[in-house]
């Protein structure tokens, strides 16, 4: 039997991983090749490997004079890895400041992403001020490191003499949400 080629194509690599990852993880066997080819389409954005078929074959099909407009297909919503989220937690104390920095990169990451959140939008900061700033929100004193982990993240920008510190609007992680909110119920719980 001949074999079908139906290829994919697959807007951002990193979601699709976390997704696939998921949904492997849910089951509690090794899948077969059938639930496989499942798994990789609905990290794709479509429901199963049946509905990823039928679109393919319904747009090889179709002439150009009867096709419809294109209906560009909502990117899935990132689901959040509360793993990490729970990791990155254990850094902060019931106040929601960064007790000590973390050692592997993502949950640095993450933290760097919770103070991008707390830096005011549209506001400048001389280096001293964005150095206080940071410092009411971390406890280990290394308000140099956070400052240049947040320009090197692309987070904040600042003119070549520090003399202007300014939030870079960007769309942040999909755990930062989680982490916003753990970090509300561990406040109210303090409290």
Same mark, same amino acid.
């Given at each position: 039997?001949?074999?079908?080629?139906?290829?994919?194509?697959?807007?951002?690599?990193?979601?699709?991983?976390?997704?696939?990852?998921?949904?492997?993880?849910?089951?509690?066997?090794?899948? @077969?090749?059938?639930?496989?080819?499942?798994?990789?389409?609905?990290?794709?954005?479509?429901?199963?490997?049946?509905?990823?078929?039928?679109?393919?074959?319904?747009?090889?099909?179709?002439?150009?004079?009867?096709?419809?407009?294109?209906?560009?297909?909502?990117?899935?919503?990132?689901?959040?890895?509360?793993?990490?989220?729970?990791?990155?937690?254990?850094?902060?104390? @019931?106040?929601?400041?960064?007790?000590?920095?973390?050692?592997?990169?993502?949950?640095?990451?993450?933290?760097?992403?919770?103070?991008?959140?707390?830096?005011?939008?549209?506001?400048?900061?001389?280096?001293?001020?964005?150095?206080?700033?940071?410092?009411?929100?971390?406890?280990?004193?290394?308000?140099?490191?956070?400052?240049?982990?947040?320009?090197?993240?692309?987070?904040?920008?600042?003119?070549?003499?520090?003399?202007?510190?300014?939030?870079?609007?960007?769309?942040?992680?999909?755990?930062?949400?989680?982490?916003? @909110?753990?970090?509300?119920?561990?406040?109210?719980?303090?409290?």
């Amino acid at each position: 039997m001949p074999r079908s080629i139906h290829p994919m194509e697959i807007a951002d690599l990193s979601v699709f991983a976390k997704q696939l990852r998921a949904q492997i993880t849910a089951l509690d066997h090794a899948p @077969s090749h059938l639930e496989m080819l499942n798994l990789l389409a609905k990290a794709g954005g479509y429901r199963n490997y049946q509905h990823l078929r039928a679109e393919q074959s319904a747009s090889a099909t179709s002439t150009p004079e009867t096709t419809e407009p294109v209906v560009a297909q909502t990117a899935p919503v990132p689901v959040p890895d509360e793993t990490r989220v729970m990791r990155t937690l254990r850094v902060f104390d @019931s106040e929601g400041r960064i007790v000590r920095w973390p050692g592997k990169r993502s949950q640095q990451e993450l933290c760097l992403w919770f103070l991008w959140s707390k830096i005011p939008a549209n506001r400048s900061f001389t280096e001293r001020e964005i150095g206080e700033f940071l410092n009411m929100l971390h406890l280990f004193g290394d308000a140099a490191l956070l400052r240049r982990d947040l320009f090197d993240l692309g987070l904040v920008q600042r003119k070549r003499d520090g003399s202007d510190y300014r939030r870079v609007e960007r769309k942040p992680p999909a755990e930062l949400s989680l982490l916003l @909110s753990r970090l509300g119920t561990v406040k109210a719980r303090a409290a």
